[in-house]
């Protein structure tokens, strides 16, 4: 998950082609990204999402949107979630 300005209309395109370049480079399996989900929100200091340092509180973070984790291991991947090829 990944939080962009949602308003600009070519950011999937640029983060699809992004994903691909990393992608291609990648060395294993557990340095690829294959799914990839745009949220509308930024993560929340008043939710726990975001610590006092800045870093992502990721339990928090996956506890407060299971629907959208859920989204990305849905099969097939719905429209909103991003894959590195084309679709």
């Known amino acids: 998950m990944v939080w962009l300005d949602p308003a ?3 950011a999937c395109a640029d983060v699809r082609a992004a ?3 990393l992608n291609a480079g990648a060395t294993g ?3 690829r990204i294959v799914r990839l ?3 509308d ?3 929340s200091l008043a939710h726990g999402e975001l610590t006092d340092k800045g870093y992502v509180n990721q339990r928090a973070v996956l506890d407060r949107r299971a629907d959208m ?3 990305l291991h849905t099969d097939p991947a719905p ?3 991003i894959l590195p090829g084309d679709r």
Do not use: C, I, K, Q
């Open 37 to 39: 989900l745009v949220l």
């Open 29 to 31: 399996a557990s340095r």
């Open 19 to 21: 994903l691909h370049r």
């Open 41 to 43: 929100d930024p993560a």
């Open 69 to 71: 984790v859920g989204l």
């Open 79 to 81: 429209a909103e979630v």
């Open 8 to 10: 600009r209309a070519a």
